[in-house]
């Protein structure tokens, strides 16, 4: 399984002031594309994005991302809807603490037009929705889809996901997936959802399928 993470090497990081619209910092380029990822830094974060693919520019004045070395905005290329061409998505951190994250995951699509931007479902919200809990014996039951994936022995008090510090977006064999942890009442890790996303017409990402992996599962 190929897995690529946030943090990589396939672009290069520029400090340049000068990238693709005047008043813009070149953050990550990627030559052999023509593409140009760049933003404007305002009270130490970067407000407001434009980004240069080949011939196309476009503007996307309401992005915003942490400006921290521990973790840059990056840029990578996927077939995600089968079409032979690739699609770019964009990973913006949002906070960075104690080795945990926040990121959001823009996803891009070249066309004839012009750069198109493809919406991608927040998996917070969904998680919130599809998540259920319930006691059962004095035993605590986590469930997705009305199955059962997690069971807490001897336990009162309910799980809880951490959609305010850890949501990690990546890529795995050409498909979108977001990852939240959840940790029990006093803060000890128990596994992580894993939501599959697919790209849907007109212009969605979709999440398709969730998948708890309790701590310590080797699958």
């Not at 407001?48 to 196309?56: C, R």
């Not at 964009?90 to 012009?114: D, I, R």
């Not at 001897?154 to 997936?177: C, G, M, N, R, W």
């Amino acid at each position: 399984m190929r897995k690529l993470f946030l943090i990589g090497l396939f672009f290069i990081a520029m400090g340049t002031k000068e990238a693709g619209a005047s008043g813009f910092e070149a953050i990550r380029s990627w030559p052999h594309q023509q593409t140009i990822l760049s933003a404007k830094e305002e009270q130490g974060r970067y407000k407001g994005f434009v980004i240069n693919i080949q011939q196309s520019k476009k503007y996307f004045p309401y992005w915003t991302a942490l400006k921290d070395q521990r973790a840059q905005p990056s840029m990578r290329t996927f077939d995600l809807d089968g079409d032979k061409r690739n699609e770019y998505i964009v990973f913006l951190p949002q906070k960075h603490e104690n080795g945990e994250f926040v990121n959001e995951a823009k996803v891009l699509k070249l066309t004839k037009a012009g750069i198109q931007e493809i919406g991608v479902s927040d998996v917070r919200k969904l998680l919130v929705k599809e998540v259920k809990y319930y006691i059962n014996k004095q035993n605590f039951y986590v469930q997705v889809d009305q199955k059962n994936v997690l069971k807490l022995k001897h336990e009162t008090q309910a799980p809880k996901l951490l959609i305010d510090s850890f949501v990690l977006y990546d890529v795995e064999d050409e498909q979108l997936k977001a990852k939240v942890r959840l940790v029990d009442h006093k803060g000890k890790y128990l596994g992580v959802f894993e939501v599959l996303y697919d790209y849907k017409q007109p212009a969605k990402m979709t999440p398709v399928k969730t998948v708890f992996k309790q701590a310590g599962s080797t699958k």
